[in-house]
């Protein structure tokens, strides 16, 4: 699963754009065979209008944790909160905050276990400012825009 932050109501542009189903397989969708999921060789790309940031749950949650907000996995900033949470971040990236938050990286399950293997890759200091920084954009997008930031 995981949890998208965007800029409530921008919305979303639809292109259509080549089949790109098995490309650069024999089988790939061709004029002479279609791949049955595009309409005639194009398929539909849809673009956000404004910055978005797609994050795992765990990294959602800890840049929110970071910015000191629950952990909930839907919510919405209004426009009036966004400069503090900017201000967060900024705080964040300049001190030592992020690496009380780093989770380190473990697996459980798999073969003998009767349960299927799961991975969960980590949460370091590199990756948490990242994802702070994606989200920063977010934020400064929806402040030009005059609009909240939603996410879930």
């Given at each position: 699963?995981?949890?998208t ?99 380190a ?33 977010v934020l ?13």
């Open positions: 699963m995981s949890v932050f965007a800029v409530a109501g921008a919305g979303h542009d639809v292109e259509r754009v080549p089949c790109t189903f098995g490309e650069g397989e024999e089988w790939a969708c061709s004029p002479d065979a279609r791949c049955g999921y595009c309409d005639n060789g194009l398929e539909e790309r849809h673009v956000p209008r404004a910055p978005e940031v797609n994050m795992a749950n765990v990294s959602a949650a800890a840049v929110l944790d970071v910015l000191g907000e629950t952990s909930e996995p839907f919510g919405e900033w209004p426009l009036a909160q966004l400069p503090a949470l900017r201000r967060r971040i900024v705080r964040a990236l300049s001190t030592n905050q992020l690496a009380q938050h780093e989770q990286a473990y697996a459980h399950g798999g073969p003998g276990t009767g349960h299927a293997r799961v991975v969960f890759a980590g949460m370091d200091e590199a990756r948490l400012s990242r994802r702070l920084r994606d989200l920063d954009t400064a997008a929806a402040q030009a825009a005059q609009a909240s930031v939603v996410w879930g």
